[in-house]
């Protein structure tokens, strides 16, 4: 019985600490868009990870938490450029890709790189479609790994879900 209680809070408690840490930065999208994007990304990430793996609510919030300071450290690591290349190459993964064919990008000016590959097509009830997508950074020689949903928009875009 100890054990399952400490099972269900440490998630929690780690979740608590991450979030407080975070909100302690005070970033918004305009002062440091890579940095809260990655988090974001990473967050859904996190939750997919630790859901999949058959985690309840504490674990999910958990993996949400981590995978959102995870994103954010790696996202704080790209430059403007590099951010603009990786979203050219997702736009056009997401619009242009058979599941399985990878969009490439690369700045040689920072030596940053990544891919993306959609592994999933599907259509919402609403008619609305959405990809499934594995992307890989490599920064510095080091690769960090994303997983998430795209859907398309209204308008035509392509907006990250998760």
């Known amino acids: 019985m100890p054990r399952s209680i400490v099972t269900r809070?440490?998630?929690?408690?780690?979740?608590?600490?991450?979030?407080?840490?975070?909100?302690?930065?005070q970033q918004t999208y305009e002062e440091n868009p890579k940095a809260v994007l990655g988090s974001l990304i990473g967050?859904?990430?996190g939750a997919g990870i630790a859901a999949a793996a058959g985690g309840g609510a504490g674990w999910m919030l958990g993996g949400?938490?981590?995978?959102?300071?995870?994103?954010?450290?790696?996202?704080n690591q790209l430059d403007?450029?590099?951010?603009?290349?990786?979203?050219?190459a997702a736009n056009r993964a997401f619009e242009n890709n058979k599941t399985g064919q990878t969009s490439v990008w690369?700045?040689?000016?920072t030596g940053n790189s990544g891919t993306i590959t959609p592994t999933k097509t599907y259509q919402l009830k609403?008619?609305?479609?959405?990809?499934?997508?594995?992307?890989?950074?490599?920064?510095?020689g080091?690769?960090?790994?994303?997983?998430?949903?795209?859907?398309?928009?209204?308008?035509?875009t392509w907006k990250i879900q998760s």
Request: overall charge positive; proline content about 4%; charged content about 10%.
């Open 9 to 25: 809070c440490v998630p929690v408690i780690l979740a608590v600490f991450v979030l407080s840490s975070c909100a302690a930065m």
């Open 43 to 45: 967050a859904g990430a």
């Open 64 to 75: 949400a938490a981590l995978g959102g300071l995870l994103g954010g450290v790696i996202g």
């Open 80 to 88: 403007k450029r590099d951010k603009e290349m990786a979203t050219q």
């Open 106 to 109: 690369n700045n040689p000016d």
């Open 126 to 140: 609403t008619g609305q479609y959405c990809r499934q997508y594995q992307q890989t950074i490599t920064i510095a």
């Open 142 to 156: 080091q690769q960090h790994q994303a997983y998430g949903t795209a859907c398309r928009q209204p308008d035509g």
